[in-house]
Structures are given as C-alpha cells and as structure tokens.
C-alpha cells in the first residue's frame, strides 16, 4: 500500500546522524490517526530526536515522514499541521497569558474574532478562563504547563508532539496533570505522541507504547502487550514486569 494514502503518521526508514554519529538506526512506525502514542526509553535512546524530526525541527539523514497521507519530509514546521509542547514552556514572560495564547495566531496573520474565539475555547477546555489577564511570573508550574499545551490548542493542528511535557512539575502535580492530558486527548480526540522516560506515565496514557533502545525500537503495542510480553528482557525490564 502507497504510505501518503494512510491516514496518521507514517515513518519510513528514518535515520539520523549527528556528524558522524548515528543516532536513529531506520525506524518504521505507524501512528493511527486519534491515537495516543508514547515515545518511551532511557535517557539519550532518541526520542527527542525522533519528534523533533516529526515536527520539522531536526532535519531527517534518511527516511520519510507522511502525516495523514502527506509526505511533510521537507517541509517547515508550520506547514506539517502539528504542534509541540515543550518541557521548559518557553512562555513570553512579558506578556499576558491571553496574548501568550494569541501570539502565534497573530504571527499567521489569523482574525482578531478567530483569535479570539480560539483563545476562549482553550482557556475553557484547560480551566484557565481566569487566568488570562495574569502574567506567566504569576502563575504556578502547573498553571504554566497548561498555558504552554494551550498555545497548542489554539493552533487547531492534527497532531500534537508533546516532550517530557510534565518532568519539570512534582510528582503530584505530575499525576493531576497526567489525567488532564488523558481528558484532553478524549475530548479532542486527535493524534497525540508523547515522549517520556517515565514508565508510569507511559503505561497509564498510551493506547501504544513504543519501547526505544539507543534509537532502534525494541517493541510497539498496547500497554498491556508490552507488559504481558515483552520482546526481550530490556523491555521487561524497562517496563517493568515481573517476568
Ligand atoms: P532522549 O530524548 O531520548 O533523551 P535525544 O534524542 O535527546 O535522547 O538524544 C539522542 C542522542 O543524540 C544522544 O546521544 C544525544 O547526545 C544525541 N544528540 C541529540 N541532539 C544532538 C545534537 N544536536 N548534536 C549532537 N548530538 C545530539
Ligand atoms: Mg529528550
């Protein structure tokens, strides 16, 4: 089957080498369009890499990368219809949290009624309707990370690319914040990928997790395949059964 006609996000033989050093050995992935997929795997295994490629941030070595039967391989950031929420939120901390929401809007020249319908909705899905006349200074972390997952929001993308979005925040802020994730993807119900080196956080989100090892992937399937039956005894490890 020709891979621009599959919906989702397809990866075919994707490489990357930093200088001579390769550091994603030929991945092939399918992502089906509305799933929850999470990017799992040690420290340095790649999984930034790989999503920073998804999102156009990091050119590919080699491979090719379509979204809903596109090949985005080489295009821009802005033209793949995704979009990404970093782990430092990287908000504008001059700004208001409604113009936070709106700059990116305004820089693709989007309605000032769009904008404002768009910011609106967001706030009201992330419950921060009340807080968009603050600054980011004064917000708590939690507050800040559904800011940066709103500026996403509004852009309206087909995929969301979200890296270690929740490692910067403590662990029951990190739980609260986990199921926020979970009712959005519900409600939203777009393609999500999300990277962790968390296993919990990995297990408890993923409708499928793909298991990476010094960019190669050790095994992909449902939380409770991986679980149930890993490949190897790294995945088991990893993942944690008691196998
Ligand atoms: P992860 O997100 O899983 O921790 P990364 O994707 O950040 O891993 O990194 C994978 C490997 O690529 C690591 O060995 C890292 O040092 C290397 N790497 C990442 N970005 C660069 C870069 N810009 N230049 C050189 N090496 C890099
Ligand atoms: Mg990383």
């Known amino acids: ?7 989702g996000v397809v990866l075919t033989d994707i490489r990357k080498s930093f200088g001579n050093v390769d550091v994603i050995h030929g991945i092939n992935l399918t992502i089906a369009e509305g799933s929850f997929v999470v990017f799992v795997g040690p420290s340095g295994c790649g999984k930034s890499t790989l999503l920073r490629m998804i999102a156009g941030l ?17 295009l821009d950031p802005s033209e793949r219809g995704i979009a990404m929420v970093f782990q430092s939120y990287a908000l504008y901390p001059h700004m208001s949290v409604r113009d936070n929401l709106a700059f990116g809007l305004k820089m693709a020249r989007t309605k000032a009624n769009e904008i404002e319908t768009r910011v609106n909705s967001a706030a009201s899905i992330l419950k921060i309707d009340h807080l968009l006349d603050r600054r980011p200074g004064q917000l708590s972390g939690g507050q800040r990370q559904r800011v940066a997952i709103g500026r996403a929001i509004v852009r309206q993308p087909d995929v969301f690319l ?61 939380p409770r395949e991986v679980y149930e039956d890993p490949n190897n005894t790294f995945v088991a490890g990893f993942i944690g059964s008691p196998r």
Not at 1 to 7: F, L, R, S, W, Y
Not at 167 to 191: K, Y
């Open 1 to 7: 089957m020709n891979k621009t006609a599959q919906t």
């Open 58 to 74: 990091e050119d590919v070595t080699d491979g090719e990368i379509a979204i809903n039967g596109r090949d985005v391989t080489d």
């Open 162 to 222: 979200f890296d270690e979005p929740l490692s910067n925040l403590d662990a029951e802020l990190r739980v609260s914040m986990r199921i926020e994730i979970a009712r959005l993807h519900r409600e939203l119900g777009n393609t999500m990928i999300y990277v962790t080196h968390d296993q919990t956080e990995a297990m408890t989100l993923a409708d499928n997790i793909v298991v990476l090892r010094n960019g190669r992937v050790e095994q992909q399937g449902s």
